[in-house]
């Protein structure tokens, strides 16, 4: 798994802010927003296409996806949508995205155009698939989902192999944790130190890895209000790690 991005939804720096972690020249301090990839010998899995996708992609090297999966509508996880026909150029066939019928509903609102069957060329070609209730595969890649809550509306994320990605959820139900067993990577949203009404905080975040017994946790949707990535790393204990933009983990399936 690559982490393209770690940034919460206006990414760091925000701009025109002048604190010092939006002025900061430390490169960790750079957070687009959060998405990542899982890639297999024969399979590319996009989780999330926010609205850095295409730079992320670029950034990458990244031309060829399987599919992508949409953890929810917020247009931090959705709005690079658009910049998928690139890869359709490429590919000449549409891309599958895993999303809940919300999530669905939420794309073929806001992106109408793609689905007014005109043959314009220039238009994203994308079939939805929903994502089931268990484990499901996307080539070769096992995707377990888990379901889960960003306040009051539903999230899905996924676990692969010892490897699980959680974005925008400051609730886990207690039926998903067994899901979240013997994990020795744990990517998880952690918005800032200061209580959130939607995110974990740090310290809800670092709570939750002792509790599920993690050997490694990756912090992620990191706002600019956590301070200096160096500053916070130094706080943390050992195996506890805020995420960067390029960060890459091993997955053992
Ligand atoms: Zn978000
Ligand atoms: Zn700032
Ligand atoms: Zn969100």
């Not at 979240?180 to 990517?187: A, H, R």
Request: aromatic letters at 8%; hydrophobic letters at 40%; glycine letters at 6%.
């Amino acid at each position: 798994m690559k982490i393209l991005g770690s940034g919460t939804s206006q990414g760091v720096p925000v701009i025109g802010c002048k604190c010092r972690v939006c002025t900061s020249v430390d490169a960790n301090d750079h957070r687009l927003r959060s998405s990542a990839i899982l890639q297999s010998a024969t399979t590319t899995v996009l989780i999330d296409s926010g609205p850095d996708m295409r730079y992320q992609l670029l950034r990458a090297g990244i031309d060829d996806i399987d599919a992508v999966l949409i953890t929810h509508q917020h247009q931090d996880h959705t709005a690079g949508i658009d910049d998928l026909r690139a890869i359709n150029f490429i590919q000449k066939h549409s891309i599958p995205i895993y999303c809940s019928e919300a999530v669905e509903m939420r794309i073929r609102e806001q992106y109408s155009y793609i689905f007014q069957n005109s043959d314009y060329p220039g238009i994203p070609q994308i079939n939805f698939r929903r994502i089931p209730s268990n484990s499901f595969l996307i080539g070769d890649i096992k995707v377990q989902p888990l379901f889960l809550w960003h306040a009051d509306l539903p999230v899905i994320c996924f676990r692969v192999g010892d490897c699980a990605y959680i974005t925008d959820a400051n609730n886990i139900p207690k039926r998903e944790w067994k899901k979240l067993q013997g994990l020795e990577n744990l990517v998880i949203n952690a918005l800032r130190k200061e209580k959130h009404h939607s995110h974990f905080s740090l310290e809800e975040a670092l709570t939750l890895a002792d509790d599920l017994s993690v050997t490694n946790c990756y912090f992620t949707h990191i706002s600019h209000q956590m301070g200096r990535h160096a500053t916070v790393q130094a706080e943390l204990k050992q195996n506890r790690f805020l995420a960067w933009d390029g960060l890459e983990l091993p997955i053992n399936i």
